[in-house]
């Protein structure tokens, strides 16, 4: 058992909160955000900055966010950087809220959007602890308890401790879970006009990265993930393109049943994160879970087509395994952390994916070129 010992100074103005681990694990804490219990999957994100970003990445749905940054909400909250219409990520970890924050595009604190959006949160805990009991044990299932009971007794303290645990021992595994349904549109919708028309699967897209195609004078169209091939196709696209998204690529057997159509229709694709990862499955390929994830502004990916070294955005929790790789498949990426697949492209056909997010929202600027790739292919077909 871990217990916090770290001191705020709001530490009068916030409630007394539990961090409990399947494993048995508890941390102590302050509660803030919307008061309850939020259950998922924790893990953590090494970004030093862009928590606004991160939190309403549909990408962590089903998943508590442990920031290893230690200061958090000094900047604020703004409309224009939300990256989805909600928080999908079910819970925050922190070392250290702000209580004031400062910066000119600011509309409202950290606190006062997490409440407005019903998260749960909880600061004053170590941080680097519980980063690296992930990273030893793997991401771990967990319940943050913040309730507005008073927990002033051994005996209340307990029996938090004790609700907690069980909450996070019942929530599912992210293996077997699809949650493209959870986080997509209801309905296609026309995003912007251009020169070139590409389809774009929403299985959990960030704006960033639909205000980056947009950028390179493409006609947008994006359905939701239960989309049929046909339906899409019968739009008559010049090229097609796969989101990010949250859950287990294997588990999502309707987008599976649909590629197979795109892929053989020879129009260019172009797939990121889970994008990456559904195209890979449905060319032959396999996926598996990594130990704790791949999830900050900050990782180094190498493009084996240039000999350079990229830094990248990630976030994600599954990988492509590289020895089930077909033959008509080439890797174009690796990790440097992990040697992981990072990137790949078809030998004949026009495809390709990579497991990073090149919009860089929040997160370096060194992949964009991708984006130029895509629209090369769409114009040259």
């Given at each position: 058992?871990?217990?916090?010992?770290?001191k705020?100074?709001?530490?009068?103005?916030?409630?007394?909160?539990i961090?409990?681990?399947?494993?048995?694990?508890?941390?102590?804490?302050?509660?803030?955000?919307?008061?309850?219990?939020?259950?998922?999957?924790?893990?953590?994100?090494?970004?030093?900055?862009?928590y606004?970003?991160?939190?309403?990445?549909?990408?962590?749905?089903?998943q508590?966010?442990?920031?290893?940054?230690?200061?958090?909400?000094?900047?604020?909250?703004?409309?224009?950087?939300?990256?989805?219409?909600?928080?999908?990520?079910?819970?925050?970890?922190?070392?250290?809220?702000?209580?004031?924050?400062?910066?000119?595009?600011?509309e409202?604190?950290?606190?006062?959007?997490?409440?407005?959006?019903k998260?749960?949160?909880?600061?004053?805990?170590?941080?680097?602890?519980?980063?690296?009991?992930?990273?030893?044990?793997?991401?771990?299932?967990c319940?943050?308890?913040?309730?507005?009971?008073?927990l002033?007794?051994?005996?209340?303290?307990?029996?938090a401790?004790?609700?907690?645990?069980?909450?996070?021992?019942?929530?599912?595994s992210?293996?077997?879970?699809?949650?493209?349904?959870?986080?997509?549109?209801?309905?296609?919708?026309?995003?912007?006009?251009?020169?070139?028309?590409?389809?774009?699967?929403?299985?959990?897209?960030?704006?960033?990265?639909?205000?980056?195609?947009?950028?390179?004078?493409l006609?947008?169209?994006?359905?939701p993930?239960?989309?049929?091939?046909?339906?899409?196709?019968?739009?008559?696209?010049?090229?097609?393109?796969?989101?990010?998204?949250?859950?287990?690529?294997?588990?999502?057997?309707?987008?599976?049943?649909?590629?197979?159509?795109?892929?053989?229709?020879?129009?260019?694709?172009?797939?990121?994160?889970?994008?990456?990862?559904?195209?890979?499955?449905?060319?032959?390929?396999?996926?598996?879970?990594?130990?704790?994830?791949?999830?900050?502004?900050?990782?180094?990916?190498?493009?084996?087509?240039?000999?350079?070294?990229?830094?990248?955005?990630?976030?994600?929790?599954?990988?492509?395994?590289?020895?089930?790789?077909?033959?008509?498949?080439?890797?174009?990426?690796?990790?440097?952390?992990?040697?992981?697949?990072?990137?790949?492209?078809?030998?004949?056909?026009?495809?390709?994916?990579?497991?990073?997010?090149?919009?860089?929202?929040?997160?370096?600027?060194?992949?964009?070129?991708?984006?130029?790739?895509?629209?090369?292919?769409?114009?040259?077909?």
């Open positions: 058992m871990a217990k916090s010992t770290l705020s100074q709001f530490s009068s103005n916030f409630r007394p909160s961090l409990a681990l399947e494993d048995g694990t508890i941390f102590e804490g302050l509660g803030f955000g919307a008061s309850g219990v939020a259950c998922g999957e924790l893990v953590f994100n090494t970004s030093l900055a862009g606004q970003e991160i939190l309403t990445d549909p990408s962590y749905a089903g508590v966010i442990t920031m290893t940054a230690p200061e958090i909400g000094n900047y604020g909250i703004n409309s224009d950087d939300m990256e989805s219409r909600q928080i999908f990520a079910r819970g925050l970890v922190i070392r250290h809220l702000s209580t004031r924050y400062s910066n000119w595009r600011a409202e604190s950290l606190d006062d959007f997490l409440k407005r959006h998260i749960t949160a909880i600061a004053e805990v170590d941080t680097r602890a519980i980063t690296r009991h992930i990273r030893e044990k793997g991401a771990l299932r319940a943050i308890y913040s309730t507005d009971e008073a002033d007794t051994k005996e209340k303290l307990e029996k401790k004790h609700s907690a645990l069980e909450e996070a021992r019942k929530f599912p992210m293996e077997g879970m699809d949650l493209t349904a959870e986080v997509t549109c209801a309905k296609k919708y026309k995003f912007s006009e251009g020169k070139k028309h590409v389809a774009v699967l929403d299985f959990g897209i960030k704006q960033n990265i639909l205000r980056e195609l947009a950028s390179h004078d006609e947008l169209t994006v359905y993930a239960q989309a049929k091939a046909a339906d899409i196709l019968a739009d008559k696209p010049q090229g097609i393109f796969l989101s990010n998204g949250p859950g287990d690529p294997a588990a999502c057997k309707g987008v599976l049943k649909e590629l197979p159509e795109l892929i053989s229709s020879g129009l260019p694709i172009f797939g990121i994160c889970l994008g990456h990862q559904l195209l890979s499955i449905a060319l032959g390929a396999s996926t598996y879970k990594l130990k704790f994830g791949h999830r900050g502004g900050n990782q180094p990916v190498k493009n084996l087509q240039t000999g350079k070294v990229e830094v990248t955005c990630q976030n994600h929790g599954f990988a492509v395994d590289a020895n089930s790789m077909p033959e008509d498949l080439e890797i174009t990426h690796l990790s440097l952390n992990d040697d992981s697949v990072e990137g790949f492209k078809h030998k004949t056909k026009p495809i390709f994916a990579v497991q990073y997010h090149p919009e860089s929202c929040p997160g370096p600027h060194d992949s964009k070129y991708l984006f130029e790739d895509f629209l090369s292919l769409v114009e040259s077909h």
